[in-house]
């Protein structure tokens, strides 16, 4: 652990203490904040109480919280409209079921007799869009959404992450506040509207993917990828809040809120996020050697690398990252899209009720997330387990558990406890894909993160509405229990299928495409977590300025908890 170095406020952070500079002046000073030897900062100046508070938080624990955050409310926007349509929409006539349980729903339609189940209540819905309207909707979103994942990968590796996340975190807010407008005046404005939203969001995980490289050691990378699972904590909270805002306000409040929840996480985004630790004015300099001591590579070097895409279209690793997170995807959106259409018309659940089951395996997932991250990086640094093979194992926990489940949902008619329990079970072991396959793309190439993860995604991503087609296409002459367990069927064979291809061609291994220089294996890397920092000399230089001006700062020890 380094235990040396100061925080200095440099000129450029002048805005936390209430002096703003024009973007000239801090584009001039970007290149100024620390020498290239990672020596103090050159402007040196006392440190205002702003920066004396916050200048104390680790800067990737800032950043952890800004992803996790970040994909909150980009999750929000996204999966609003999946139950807030159950109300948009003029609800339709029902026939009446008295046959087998194969036939049936698991309430009475009639209201007239007392069952058991509640039938489904009519929240007013005013918009007639008949079930080909609804998934043109629903799944316009992933049609832009594939086809941005490589344009995502370019712009960052030209533009950076800051820029790339943070403008398209505003239009698909933007757009988020338009869509009540949209909805009154032409469906075809809301498809064009969830369209780009598809587009923009599809920008965001690349670039986040990029920065882990830059910013996040290797004995940390599996934690930090749990703060991707904030769209697990965004999709739980966005179904119960908009039960409740449909309920209370009506389905119009449901954009209005999530939208505006958008703009404002902008706002913090331009003010805290930086592309790498050698532009961020607010890093000490021990947690800056440390990133630098235990990252194999840097941002503007990998700013100046040209993408092998010849190379990553060629490699069996890629593909087998992005054919086994197909998998994952299409059972994972069967449960976001159609699910909460499943609680609805075959089990029955009030909207409020709807909202609440839906989205609470998701906090449940998040928690899980944490979990898996932190065991998967125990295994490695112990060495218990290869990479590899900790790669392997959590994807399969990811994918294969989660298709048992869900294979069995459909046999257990109605007994709604034990749908409810192995539901919640399904959702919560997805999540372990963020220390298996997920993690995987930044072990293969650290350098080019960001397009590896945009052709995994191009790959992977078509699931995202290929999964919920087939639902509404499965359940288009009526949602019953027959039709669903084909769904469920049709999922659990496409999740246990794929994950085959990553057992036999999954690797933890850095590939020879990702640097001139001779690629690390696993067993290196696994080397590398090991590697004692806190034998880090110090040049006389720093020594005598530490001596001078530091006696008394308290250092940081520039670990993150995630």
Known sequence: MITIGMRVRPRHCDFACGRMLSPARIAMDKDKVYHTDLSYPIDEEPKCLVYRVFGQVPARLVLYMLSWSGFLVSFMMRTDINLAIVAMVREPERPHFNGTLGERYCYDTDTSVEDEMTPVTDYGGSLDWNA??????????????????????????????????????LVTA?????????????????????????FASGLTWPAMYALVGHWIPVSERSRFMSSFQGFSIGIGITY????????????????????????LWCMVWYLLAFDSPETHPRISLSEQQYIKENTINTYEASRAKTVPWLKIFTSLPAWAIGITTFGRIWVHYTF?????QYMKTVLGFSIEKNGVLSGAPFICSYLASVVFCYVADKLVTNNWMSLTNVRKLFTALAQVLPGVLVFLIPYLGCDITLILVLWFIAVTMITAAYAGAMANVVDIAPNFAGPVLAFAQTIHMTASFLSPQAALYITKDGHTLAAWRTVFNVTAIVAISTYLFYQV??????????????????????LMLDKDISSVEVSPAKTDKMANGNANTNNSSGEVIA
């Open 132 to 169: 080909d309207v609804q998934s043109y909707v629903l799944a316009s979103f992933y049609w832009a959404y594939i086809v941005s994942q490589v344009v995502g990968g370019l712009a960052t590796q030209k533009l950076g992450t800051k820029r790339v996340f943070g403008y398209a975190q």
């Open 174 to 198: 933007l757009c988020s506040l338009s869509i009540p407008w949209a909805s009154e005046t032409h469906y075809a404005i809301v498809i064009f509207l969830r369209s780009v939203q598809g």
């Open 240 to 263: 119960p809040l908009c039960g409740f805002l449909i309920a209370s306000l009506g389905w119009r409040s449901v954009f209005y809120t999530t939208g505006s929840i958008g703009v």
């Open 336 to 340: 976001i899209i159609p699910g909460p």
């Open 505 to 526: 061609f999954g690797t933890g291994d850095v590939q020879s495409w990702n640097d001139s220089e001779p690629a690390l294996s696993s067993t290196e890397q696994e």
